[in-house]
């Protein structure tokens, strides 16, 4: 018994001396490679969930942020996208385009070592990462330029206070956003033979705001802003107008629920 506990622990001693060291071997891999994330391969299940979300297909152009081992590029490319994968290990680049090549989606599916933080991401339709929390919010400002309508899925981590649209955490752990309108600032906005002014205030997604008409301001209620499409509600000659439109640059134009056509630019 004596010599099976002893056994027990050295076994113990030995493993954890091995993950020591395993530890320490990827951190000087990392440091050598000015890598900022170590690799972790995203579950292939949890890769299929994130491009269901974010509804990939033949249509979009996916970039991945981070890209390892290549399997999230690689299927998006199943799926008929064309997708840019993107990481700073060379070595991983190597392991992505061979697999790749093994997939026969060669054709839609590209890899390319650079640090991500100098990567266009402006052609992407779909946004997928794997990072570390800190790097998420560095990205941020970067996505927040992106295109309205843009989806972003994240594996495992949030961008702090930007609210996701979606997230999953019974089967695995996805956080999901849409980039949205801006649309902050002073509009001039008119509404059938109406015209009055708007100021909006805008955190992400979310947005508040004042109209002011014949001298009186009131406030925006049931405000509502996804991708590029806006819906707010005003009292008009003590009626109340939801307005929905859609926010184009420095316009927005739609028709309210009654049907009247509005527009709006921004002063």
Request: with cysteine; glycine share 8%.
């Amino acid at each position: 018994m004596r010599q099976t506990a002893t056994s027990t622990i050295a076994g113990r001693m030995l493993t954890a001396t091995c993950l020591v060291c395993v530890g320490i071997l990827t951190v000087a891999y990392c440091n050598a490679q000015n890598l900022d994330v170590v690799f972790v391969p995203t579950p292939r299940e949890t890769v299929d969930r994130m491009l269901q979300v974010t509804e990939v297909g033949s249509q979009d152009y996916v970039i991945d942020l981070g890209s390892g081992d290549g399997r999230i590029a690689i299927a998006a490319g199943r799926l008929g996208a064309k997708a840019l994968g993107v990481d700073l290990d060379p070595a991983r680049i190597q392991d992505a385009q061979a697999n790749a090549k093994r997939a026969g989606v060669t054709d839609r599916v590209s890899f390319r070592q650079q640090n991500l933080f100098e990567t266009d991401l402006s052609p992407a339709t779909v946004l997928t990462m794997y990072l570390l929390p800190s790097i998420n919010v560095k990205l941020r400002p970067k996505i927040l330029d992106l295109r309205p309508g843009t989806r972003v899925v994240s594996h495992d981590f949030t961008m702090d206070d930007w609210k996701s649209d979606l997230t999953e955490t019974t089967n695995w752990r996805i956080h999901m956003w849409i980039v949205p309108a801006r649309v902050a600032g002073k509009w001039q906005v008119r509404a059938g033979n109406r015209a009055f002014d708007v100021t909006i205030e805008q955190t992400y997604q979310e947005f508040r705001g004042t109209a002011s008409m014949d001298g009186r301001t009131q406030t925006l209620r049931n405000t509502r802003l996804r991708a590029a499409t806006v819906e707010f509600t005003v009292d008009i000659d003590g009626q109340a107008a939801t307005l929905r439109g859609v926010v184009i640059g420095d316009r927005m134009q739609g028709r309210s629920a009654g049907g009247t056509e509005w527009s709006a630019t921004r002063s």
